[in-house]
């Protein structure tokens, strides 16, 4: 991955600390919410951007009688994060 070919999905602070928070595994919403201090309108939209991207699935289930949506990264969204990883670290390794 070159500078220039960052994906948008990558291009928001939110959405870069949700894909973070997800690459050690499924997390809800609630947690996700308490991790970015972000509003649920907010958090749902760049969510939603992730989804429609390809980069996070949902799923949802029933906490007792309470609805919770878990969300995840896909192969594909966990590839690309860490292709940006290595081309940010390829980055700060030319500029030492």
Known sequence: M???EIPVAFQSRLRLA???ALMTGPKDFTY???LTQATPGNL???LEVLGNDCFV???KELLGKRPRT???LTDEGRELFLAYI???EKIA???L
Do not use: F, N, P, T
Request: proline share 0%.
């Open 86 to 88: 290595r081309m940010l």
């Open 32 to 34: 996700l919410s308490h």
């Open 18 to 20: 949700v894909v973070a």
């Open 2 to 4: 070159e500078l220039h």
């Open 44 to 46: 749902g939209k760049q």
């Open 93 to 95: 390794g030319d500029q």
């Open 57 to 59: 699935s949902c799923r």
């Open 70 to 72: 878990i969300y995840q």
